[in-house]
């Protein structure tokens, strides 16, 4: 059954460190799609990448940077150099073909920058 | 102005009365969700639309109806409020092509005494 697990509820970081969120999903379609939003303390979900399953390459953007697997089945997102601006919830979410493209979300990571 | 846009932002209500919650947007898009997100569950999906006279139930539909008016709009309604559904609920829309990313509206923060 297709799922999204994000293992890490909440992380902790000192301004300026590096910080991997994990995303692990399961799919039997052989064509999917996985994004990324961030839910900043105002509550807004706001769409940070996609992915679609036939393209593996990694993707770097700014101090944002997602790292593919598809031998994994995972899709991680580093924040480089973090700020206390990057603190929110980060949502991974899934859309398979065989579900008609709905979304299937993660329980997010609350990630803590701290100055 | 906000591409979709949710009314109410804010809802206390009370057990057992009718709620409604809408949803309209100016993108132009086919496709509209509500969503209902909780502490530790993430979003999780109540009914969705392909196109105006298409209507699905979702993971969660049960307590829930909508109204898919207009290709612009979309309401989610809850007959009978009871407490568990209290919840922040969130309107998105995305276009027909299938990889396209949702669009999610500011959300509707609902309380139910």
């Known amino acids: 059954a297709q799922k999204v697990t994000q293992a890490q509820t909440e992380i902790s970081v000192v301004e300026k460190e590096d910080v991997t969120l994990d995303c692990v999903y399961e799919?039997?379609?052989?064509?999917?799609?996985l994004f990324w939003y961030k839910q900043p303390p105002s509550g807004e979900l706001v769409f940070l990448i996609r992915r679609n399953s036939f393209d593996e390459q990694n993707e770097i953007s700014g101090r944002y940077s997602w790292n593919f697997q598809k031998s994994t089945s995972s899709f991680n997102f580093t924040i480089t150099a973090s700020q206390v601006v990057d603190s929110a919830v980060y949502f991974c979410a899934l859309s398979e073909k065989s579900g008609t493209y709905k979304y299937i979300f993660g329980t997010g990571t609350r990630l803590k920058v701290l100055a | 102005d906000a591409d979709v846009t949710q009314t109410p932002r804010n809802r206390i209500t009370k057990t057992g009365k009718r709620i409604m919650l809408e949803c309209s947007q100016t993108k132009g898009h086919d496709r509209m969700y509500w969503y209902r997100q909780d502490p530790g569950l993430g979003l999780r999906l109540i009914y969705y639309?392909?196109?105006?006279?298409?209507?699905n139930k979702g993971e969660i539909s049960d307590g829930y109806s909508v109204s898919r008016q207009a290709q612009a709009k979309f309401s989610l309604s809850l007959e009978s409020a009871i407490p568990n559904q209290t919840a922040l609920y969130f309107c998105?829309?995305?276009?027909?092509?299938?990889?396209?990313?949702?669009?999610f509206g500011d959300g509707t923060r609902l309380s139910i005494l």
């Open positions: 639309s392909f196109d105006v006279k298409d209507i």
């Open positions: 998105a829309t995305s276009e027909k092509r299938t990889n396209q990313p949702q669009h």
């Open positions: 799919t039997r379609d052989t064509t999917y799609y």
